[in-house]
């Protein structure tokens, strides 16, 4: 073992005082996350023009094999006293109160288990050691081992804030992680590239031996100017005995997470090679779930294994068609062109464009604002059932399931997604695609889970596209979710309900009809407008027998309204039918003057309502089973007004 590389932090800064790296609280809990987030950071690392390799290797330490690590990491005379140190802080720190849970889970564990994430053909850890001189020169190694938000990532990469390394702090009890890199010819240091290794302790503010440290600490070599902690590189024995020898000379990383753990589950990785085989399950579900666009199109290979004691038990290969099959089949038929024009074939896929709006874009790199042409991608499910069944997976160019728009249609089962950006033609993406793909990269929140930002507590924090694009660019974003909906009813259409039984498929919600200005409003704000709502339905003797509540603002003015009854076809198409005789009252606020509903102004109320009943006539477009209804209103010499189906 090497003699000169030891632990060190520096001396505490007497005017500030860090109780803990704020960066790893952006990250979710979960293996899910652990797999989007190291996936996208080995995929945006990917040497161009070549797919990668990442492997996850669980690894069980017990007894002596426990001890030569420990001892390698320098646990009893370095790391340990200081960790115990940050942990008496625990009273007013989150993170030392973590890392007193840590040390206690350890000491009490037979085993101590490590997560290494290792990836090849990928960029590795290049650049300086350290962060003095142009912010361009940084290298991979500054930005992942010394820079906190800060990215510097290439265009229509997967993530823009710098955060999504701290995933790897995230899932260690000692909030310690270990790196060894092989460099791309030409970008490591004074021509070394082979094996740099260097270890990164994300802790509190301490005081050890009557002295106060910061709380980041790093493991490497202290040969150089004091407290000035560089990279070990090629030191073979140190890096077996820390588990971190790589499999090959491909350039890329591996990061070694020590006492792997999951956040959400503080229990996991204590009861032994059962309980590694749960984690490796949970973690292949996430990188299918999450990367079965990457893995479909070749872009990345991944395997997950684990190690007992330096003894084999398990290594599997991830494959996302074994899960995802229509997915990745209609992703390929996608790429290749393979398109129908309908769903009627057995597994025909179909394609739709989606425009999203992207904003004109500020200096230095200012463009005007233009429409961007997605691609919806549908296909008909079989008999085995998935996790993403009839919902849309969005994704751009990183090939990540960025979020799902969940949508679902009685009686049909489908697999969709939205193909956007760069992602279209990954080979070779035209500039307006590039643009695109941009604007969604900075529009997704440090989790990068969120295109269509919500509302309320559901609102996604979007602040990344201020300081880039012109606002407005919320209703640019959540017209994502508008226009996908909208496709996918213009292809399935409303589905008929089972004879003889209420419609699944009723409107609930009108678009109310234009009116004037409301008298009582304050400043003069628009009346709301009138709506229908069916209450009850049923199909007899071949007709449909509504009843249904129309609701109105109360005004001056009082409404003249016209109810109306519109099939729904299988096609989605709307066709007002005649009713059978007049339209019967059940409560009303007003009266009808043959097929006219009058809302006169009530005094001292805030809505005017009616309940009606009706009958359809016998001779319909088409059979009344085959369809369902919806209640529109007419106003007095106007045409019916546009709807929208609530499914």
Not at 95 to 102: E, I, S, V
Not at 240 to 251: F, G, K, N, V
Not at 434 to 453: C, V
Not at 517 to 540: D, L, N, W
Request: net charge negative; glycine share 10%.
């Amino acid at each position: 073992m090497t003699t000169r590389t030891r632990w060190q932090w520096q001396p505490q800064d007497p005017a500030y005082g860090n109780y803990g790296n704020a960066n790893q609280w952006t990250v979710n809990a979960g293996l899910t996350s652990l797999a989007r987030e190291s996936a996208q950071n080995s995929n945006d690392a990917r040497q161009a023009g070549s797919p990668a390799d990442l492997v996850f290797t669980f690894i069980r330490l017990t007894g002596e094999r426990r001890s030569n690590f420990e001892d390698a990491i320098r646990w009893d005379g370095e790391l340990m006293p200081h960790l115990e140190a940050m942990g008496s802080a625990s009273a007013g720190a989150v993170a030392a109160g973590q890392l007193k849970a840590g040390l206690d889970s350890l000491r009490a564990a037979e085993a101590l288990v490590l997560l290494r994430v290792a990836d090849y053909g990928c960029q590795g850890l290049t650049g300086p050691e350290f962060t003095a001189g142009d912010q361009l020169e940084f290298g991979n190694f500054v930005k992942l081992c010394r820079l906190d938000l800060f990215s510097g990532k290439e265009e229509a990469a997967g993530g823009s804030f710098g955060l999504g390394k701290a995933v790897y702090w995230r899932f260690s009890r000692m909030q310690t992680v270990l790196f060894n890199s092989t460099v791309e010819a030409g970008r490591g240091v004074a021509g070394q590239t082979d094996d740099r290794l260097f270890g990164v302790q994300q802790g509190v503010v301490h005081r050890f031996d009557g002295k106060g440290y910061q709380g980041r600490g790093y493991f490497g070599s202290s040969a150089g100017a004091p407290g000035m902690v560089e990279s070990v590189w090629s030191d073979m024995d140190l890096v077996e005995s820390l588990h971190l020898r790589r499999a090959d000379h491909r350039p890329g990383t591996s990061a070694l997470i020590l006492g792997f753990y999951d956040p959400d589950n503080p229990q996991s990785g204590l009861g032994g090679k059962g309980d590694l085989r749960k984690l490796a399950s949970e973690l292949r579900a996430g990188v299918e779930e999450n990367f079965w666009p990457l893995l479909a199109r070749g872009g990345l290979r991944v395997h997950i294994d684990i190690e007992d004691d330096c003894k084999s038990v398990s290594s599997e290969a991830v494959d996302g068609e074994e899960t995802f099959t229509e997915l990745v089949r209609a992703l390929r038929k996608f790429d290749k062109g393979q398109i129908s024009d309908s769903l009627e074939e057995a597994e025909a896929v179909v394609v739709r464009d989606v425009t999203i709006a992207i904003p004109a874009q500020k200096e230095p790199s200012a463009y005007p604002a233009f429409t961007h042409h997605a691609k919806l991608v549908v296909t008909l499910s079989d008999e085995n059932a998935d996790s993403l069944e009839n919902k849309v997976c969005l994704f751009r160019k990183p090939e990540m399931v960025v979020e799902t728009v969940d949508q679902t249609f009685d009686g049909r089962k489908y697999h969709a997604f939205l193909v956007a950006g760069a992602a279209i033609h990954p080979g070779s993406p035209d500039e307006d695609e590039m643009k695109a793909d941009d604007f969604l990269r900075f529009a997704e929140p440090p989790s990068h889970d969120r295109w269509i930002p919500g509302s309320g507590r559901r609102q996604a924090s979007q602040a990344n596209l201020t300081g880039r694009y012109n606002a407005p660019w919320l209703p640019n974003l959540r017209g994502i979710d508008t226009a996908v909906r909208t496709a996918l009813f213009e292809l399935f259409g409303t589905p008929p309900p089972p004879p003889d039984s209420p419609p699944e498929a009723i409107l609930r919600h009108l678009r109310f009809l234009r009116s004037e200005a409301g008298a009582g409003g304050a400043g003069g704000r628009a009346t709301r407008k009138p709506t229908a709502t069916i209450m009850s339905g049923k199909v007899e003797d071949g007709r449909w027998s509504v009843e249904f509540q129309v609701r109105a603002a109360n005004r001056a003015e009082g409404w003249t309204l016209e109810p109306c009854l519109a099939f729904v076809g299988l096609d989605g198409g709307h066709e007002v039918v005649e009713w059978d005789g007049a339209l019967e009252v059940v409560s009303i606020d007003g009266e009808m003057q043959g097929r006219q509903l009058i809302l006169p102004n009530k005094a001292n109320a805030r809505v005017v309502k009616a309940t009606l009943r009706g009958t359809t006539v016998r001779t319909l477009p088409i059979p009344a089973s085959e369809s369902a209804v919806e209640v529109v209103l007419r106003g007095l010499g106007l045409a019916p007004v546009s709807k929208e189906s609530v499914v």
